[in-house]
């Protein structure tokens, strides 16, 4: 891993959004809100174009608010936010945001912390769908794109958002690896948290159910590929 760039937020913020702005309650209710109201404005909207560039434009734009999200949940929870930037992972660019501090904090503002991400995706969506509402046009690959921001990082199955909330709402941490372990143990015969052997199963469900997913999806695109 080597780092492109990097900056210390702190220095360039000069206020902060008032407390009630990172209630967890608020930020669900806004996810949830977000979703249904890019499925109506898919039933109520002619669909428009979006062209490459725009659609790139605003993958990196939903990163830049996700990550956004993470840093001023952690500094409006009192904890130290370290360096943000890019960095080159496998060979690939990736955003990083250090809030390692926020380890130190309650079990509520980490679970806020976790959510700001998706929540401030959310709002980005929210005004997606205001915008598409009043000019009468569907951007559609937008509102997948925010939609998989919010879905996919609150996935507990994915060491991302969701599975950092379900630890601290658990109360377990290293969840994955300790479930993993418990389902060996109850293999042979031992006894084990019953919350564990639960999540492990489940998150079994999960991979093959992606799995069988993507070849279904692999499948048709071959089938359906029209030859010259």
Request: net charge positive; aromatic share 10%; hydrophobic share 50%.
């Amino acid at each position: 891993m080597r780092r492109i760039f990097s900056f210390d937020p702190s220095s360039r913020l000069k206020s902060m959004p008032p407390v009630w702005f990172f209630s967890p309650l608020l930020m669900i209710a806004s996810c949830i809100a977000a979703i249904a109201a890019s499925f109506i404005c898919q039933s109520t909207v002619n669909l428009a174009d979006a062209n490459p560039a725009l659609l790139t434009l605003w993958i990196v734009f939903s990163i830049t608010v996700h990550e956004s999200g993470h840093v001023l949940a952690c500094m409006r929870a009192g904890r130290t936010v370290g360096r943000c930037g890019l960095k080159l992972n496998y060979g690939l660019p990736m955003f990083f945001v250090d809030t390692a501090d926020i380890c130190m904090a309650s079990t509520k503002q980490r679970i806020a912390t976790s959510l700001a991400g998706p929540y401030f995706n959310s709002v980005t969506l929210l005004c997606l769908c205001i915008a598409e509402l009043a000019s009468g046009k569907l951007y559609l690959p937008l509102n997948y794109v925010s939609i998989a921001f919010i879905v996919g990082n609150l996935t507990p199955f994915l060491k991302l958002d969701g599975y950092f909330i379900l630890c601290d709402i658990l109360s377990v941490p290293n969840l994955m690896k300790r479930s993993k372990r418990a389902f060996k143990m109850a293999l042979a015969g031992q006894r084990v948290e019953r919350i564990l052997l639960l999540y492990y199963c489940a998150n079994l469900l999960f991979i093959l159910f992606a799995m069988a997913s993507i070849s279904v999806t692999l499948c048709d695109m071959v089938l359906n590929v029209t030859p010259k």
